[in-house]
């Protein structure tokens, strides 16, 4: 066999084992009233990497990661300062974790921080399963952001990549402005004095969840939880909030990481030693963690 029909042969063989690849990721994916055939799209909304302040995580990234339940559909994506958990049957994150650190709340804070008037709501081309922001117009939700604005407008790219929708999910506005608005504001605050926060929000995903969209197919949570860990003071504690304007005060909500797992089912600090993670994620004392009064 001469030279030249070797290499024909060989490229016949590569382009069926990329046809046959291609074919069996697109048969993997859900079927649903999304159009699975839209090919993918550049995503415009993601700045490039090499633009506004640049940010290194000062700890082990390990941390933001989170064992979910096998049953359970899911994309990871890592954005620049997010990692999310997305699942297209639901058509929202499972969970988003990232990092909070008092210089990134200073950098956020300040004059020349990001105006979250300047950002709008995008899809991820990217994702599958992942709505557009208009699939929640007239739907009676607000869209409500897991990893918050407030906590990303230290850079341009965090602040365009926690405005995609796979960053959101259906809220109430007496919930989302409400009590969870405290508790987001506690965790910037808190921030600060702790240094380095490990942040953990989602929704509670149930069965016979109630559904908005243009095809019906988003799911809306009855519940809401958010995890704080503080490495260097060796605490944490979670919040669990109904999906509805809250009679009580924010910090009425706070609870175990332990209880949050039971209801989720996740498993968050796996990379943590079993011991310490079990005392860790026991504890719940609010008065472990600086006082924070809301304005109303």
Not at 47 to 70: C, R
Not at 164 to 181: A, F, H, S, V, Y
Not at 246 to 269: C, H, K, Q
Request: aromatic share 12%; charged share 25%; with cysteine.
């Amino acid at each position: 066999m001469n030279k030249k029909r070797i290499l024909y042969l060989i490229g016949a063989i590569v382009v069926l084992l990329l046809g046959y690849k291609g074919l069996d990721n697109k048969n993997s994916f859900y079927k649903s009233a999304y159009n699975d055939e839209l090919p993918i799209k550049q995503n415009t909304a993601q700045a490039p990497k090499d633009e506004g302040k640049e940010y290194q995580s000062t700890g082990d990234a390990s941390l933001l990661d989170v064992v979910l339940p096998q049953r359970l559909d899911n994309q990871t994506v890592r954005y620049k300062s997010i990692v999310v958990y997305f699942n297209k049957y639901y058509r929202v994150p499972n969970c988003v974790a990232y990092e909070l650190t008092n210089t990134m709340t200073s950098m956020a804070d300040s004059r020349d921080a990001e105006n979250r008037a300047n950002y709008k709501f995008e899809r991820d081309h990217d994702v599958k399963g992942c709505p557009d922001w208009w699939d929640y117009k007239e739907s009676g939700y607000t869209r409500g952001h897991m990893a918050p604005a407030m906590d990303m407008r230290w850079d341009k790219t965090a602040m365009a990549q926690c405005f995609l929708m796979t960053n959101i999910c259906p809220q109430l506005d007496e919930m989302n402005d409400g009590e969870w608005r405290h508790v987001e504001e506690a965790v910037h605050k808190w921030s600060r004095t702790a240094k380095r926060l490990i942040v953990f929000t989602g929704p509670v995903l149930t069965n016979n969840m109630k559904h908005i969209g243009k095809h019906n197919d988003i799911a809306v949570p009855e519940r809401f939880f958010k995890v704080v860990y503080a490495p260097e003071q060796n605490r944490a504690i979670a919040f669990v909030m109904e999906n509805k304007k809250l009679p009580n005060s924010w910090t009425n909500y706070a609870t175990t990481i332990d209880r949050v797992e039971a209801l989720t089912g996740y498993d968050f600090l796996a990379s943590l030693e079993d011991n310490v993670e079990n005392v860790i994620e026991s504890k719940q004392n609010i008065k472990d963690w600086p006082k924070y009064y809301p304005s109303r």
